[in-house]
Nanobody, 124 residues
Framework: VQLVESGGGLVQQGGSLRLACTTS????????MGWFRQAPGKEREGVSC????????YYPDSVKGRFTISRDNAKSTVYLEMNSLKPEGAANYFCAAGPTACPLVPAKDWYDYWGQGTQVTVSS
């Protein structure tokens, strides 16, 4: 399974970005899809997950109400809509594919496949 992220870039504080992750090589709709982020010098942290049946999870309290995850099975793509971005949201954002349901905690080991990441920079 190959995952390719897109949509990252430079945005001003308070602005919005929509990340996309397109998969190929397998049946997209059977996977739970997750978004993680990693800032320089920090651990990779889980941001959100959407199950094969569209149940969603958001892990850091800081993104709840501002980030929205969605999926389009016809396009084999998962999205992360990010609004009201803050400087601490700057990171390399990765998507991942794993078993059908989302984990209760955003464990990296849950996921089997990863993309290469897309960089998000937030200017203050």
């Amino acid at each position: 399974v190959q995952l390719v992220e897109s949509g990252g870039g430079l945005v001003q504080q308070g602005g919005s970005l929509r990340l996309a992750c397109t998969t190929s090589g397998s049946t997209f709709e059977i996977y739970a899809m997750g978004w993680f982020r990693q800032a320089p010098g920090k651990e990779r942290e889980g941001v959100s997950c959407i199950s094969h049946s569209n149940d969603t999870s958001y892990y850091p309290d800081s993104v709840k109400g501002r980030f929205t995850i969605s999926r389009d099975n016809a396009k084999s793509t998962v999205y992360l809509e990010m609004n009201s971005l803050k400087p601490e949201g700057a990171a390399n954002y990765f998507c991942a594919a794993g078993p059908t349901a989302c984990p209760l905690v955003p464990a990296k080991d849950w996921y089997d496949y990863w993309g290469q990441g897309t960089q998000v920079t937030v200017s203050s």
